[in-house]
């Protein structure tokens, strides 16, 4: 059974960092492209981020570009998403989601909240 | 980047009916459109790829069509699960962008 766990939401101050996690199982890790995807509260969803199996090829959403930095490590089954100089308008439930085109698989979310 | 557009962004309707709801993309994007359910505090399910490719274990009376710019998804009979927020997703490019959802209400 596929699954994706995301960790490392949390309460976090305007300016700071975050590092979000997505751990995967019941499929074969490295032969997938990923992506964040986020949903702020009350709002709907927003792609945020891509990694391609192999990590050559990343995209990001111009909201988060130069702030935000993808990676996965493929011989540990994990995504990440290095998540800096947060503002109260990054306060979103994340996803991780399996897929190039279209998001098949999700995890549950994990919610972060940028607050003083 | 290409901007999608869903309409309308709420519809009231009864268990029975048939929905219709629209996607337009701000420019051609061939048939690279997916249709997403989500319900209250749930991650999102994938229900039409390809822009009409029903996916695996998703019932008959959700079907999608379209291809370029203007896309519809349609649910045949509504039923009591179907209650929900649907969005549309473009697959063409990078940036993936979603529709802004349209939440479908109990008459």
């Known amino acids: 059974e596929v699954q994706l766990v995301e960790s490392g939401g949390g309460l976090v101050q305007p300016g700071g960092s975050l590092r979000l996690s997505c751990a995967a199982s019941?499929?074969?890790?490295?032969?997938?492209?990923m992506n964040w995807v986020r949903q702020a509260p009350g709002k709907g969803l927003e792609w945020v981020s891509y990694i391609s199996s192999s990590g050559s090829t990343i995209y990001y959403a111009d909201s988060v570009k130069g702030r935000f930095t993808i990676s996965r490590d493929n011989a540990k089954n994990s995504l990440n998403l290095q998540m800096n100089s947060l503002r109260a308008e990054d306060t979103a439930v994340y996803y991780c989601?399996?897929?190039?085109?279209?998001?098949?698989?999700w995890g549950q979310g994990t919610l972060v909240t940028v607050s003083s | 980047d290409i901007q999608m557009t869903q309409s309308p962004s709420s519809v009231s309707a009864s268990v029975g009916d048939r929905v219709t709801i629209t996607c337009r993309a701000s420019q051609g994007i061939s048939s690279w459109l997916a249709w997403y359910q989500q319900k209250p505090g749930k991650a999102p399910k994938l229900l039409i790829h390809g822009a009409s490719s029903l996916q695996s274990g998703v019932p008959s009376r959700f079907s999608g069509s379209g291809s370029g710019t203007d896309f519809t998804l349609t649910i045949s009979s509504l039923q009591p699960e179907d209650f929900a927020t649907y969005y549309c997703q473009q697959a063409d490019s990078f940036p993936r962008t979603f529709g802004q959802g349209t939440k479908v209400e109990i008459k």
């Open positions: 019941g499929f074969t890790f490295s032969s997938y492209e």
């Open positions: 989601a399996r897929g190039t085109y279209s998001f098949y698989y």
